[in-house]
């Protein structure tokens, strides 16, 4: 089959395009083949070995970790999911991810594609969605009339958080440039602020929860608007305890734990229209879309997601 890989660590000139052998599903796993992936920053962390103490891989890698495809077939004791079925997944972070023709995934991973979801769609959603699905609802125990901060509102992550905490009957506010306020407010932002024009921390306060995705000074700096029992989750380091000590809020660093059920609730939700996917670039699986994938997303200006489709 056809794969992007690494055959070591480095800058998008590493992705290079390969024929590699199909792989074989084990018991309790599913071989689908995929039509469409996307893009997230633990890809590109992996490419250059930022993640390389925690993800000890052989080369060469298939990077990648969301699919959407359908399923060739099932390996054995497999039997909630059958050949031909439209499926979903954040698959295990293994070596063989998804920038390829075929991906091994497991069962409990995997979740069905609601008939009205095309496959670029259903690929945005797995990693970005379940982590905000994890930060808001798992960690942040979030309550109708909470008053919810998500930083980078245009981003991945972001954009769906943005969503999901609308649904549950919260008050949003959001950082993001002015180039992206238009369709940003459209997901639902309360109140928009435009990071070049405002300081958040100088026009919100009272906040219960604080989802962040930038770290660093943002991270710091949201401490301060947090109310007493906040909570701050962050994906990309974590948090202070003594700050958070100081503070008397809850925070902490969610990494992603996929599940296929809570896949599942995403897809219900996209299929009654409450969930989008906003697909800001498109590529083909290819050597040079792949580089380009990985380039925008390392831009950090990317509009929501970064899709790859096999077709």
């Not at 893009?39 to 962390?45: E, V």
């Not at 808001?136 to 979030?142: G, N």
């Amino acid at each position: 089959m056809k794969a992007i890989v690494i055959e070591q660590y480095g800058g998008k000139d590493q992705l290079i395009e390969k024929q590699v052998d199909t792989p074989e599903p084990e018991a309790g796993q599913v071989l689908v083949e995929m039509k469409a992936t996307s893009i997230n920053p633990i890809d590109w962390k992996v490419r250059e070995g930022y993640l390389k103490e925690m993800l000890d891989f052989d080369f060469p890698i298939i990077l990648g970790w969301d699919a959407a495809g359908v399923i060739k077939e099932v390996g054995q004791g497999v039997d909630q999911f059958k050949v031909g079925e439209r499926v979903f997944a954040r698959p295990a972070t293994t070596r063989l991810g998804t920038y390829a023709e075929y991906a091994v995934i497991d069962e409990e991973q995997l979740a069905r594609i609601p008939e009205n979801i095309p496959f670029e769609e259903a690929a945005a959603v797995p990693l970005a969605g379940m982590t905000a699905w994890q930060c808001l609802v798992d960690f942040a125990e979030i309550e109708e009339g909470d008053w919810v901060l998500i930083h980078a509102g245009s981003g991945g992550v972001g954009h769906y958080a943005i969503q999901l905490a609308k649904q549950m009957g919260a008050y949003v506010a959001t950082t993001a440039s002015g180039k992206n306020q238009a369709w940003v407010e459209e997901l639902g932002v309360d109140r928009f602020i435009n990071y070049k024009q405002e300081d958040f921390s100088e026009v919100l306060s009272e906040i219960d929860i604080v989802l962040d995705t930038l770290g660093g000074e943002n991270q710091e700096k949201s401490f301060s608007i947090l109310k007493e029992g906040g909570r701050l989750a962050s994906i990309v380091q974590p948090p202070d305890e003594e700050k958070a000590k100081q503070h008397g809020v809850k925070a902490g660093f969610v990494w992603l734990e996929p599940n296929g059920e809570r896949l599942s609730k995403l897809a219900e939700m996209m299929e009654e229209g409450q969930l989008t996917s906003v697909i800001g670039n498109r590529y083909k699986l290819s050597e040079e879309g792949i580089r380009k994938a990985h380039e925008a997303s390392e831009s950090h200006h990317a509009k929501g997601k970064i899709v790859i489709s096999m077709e």
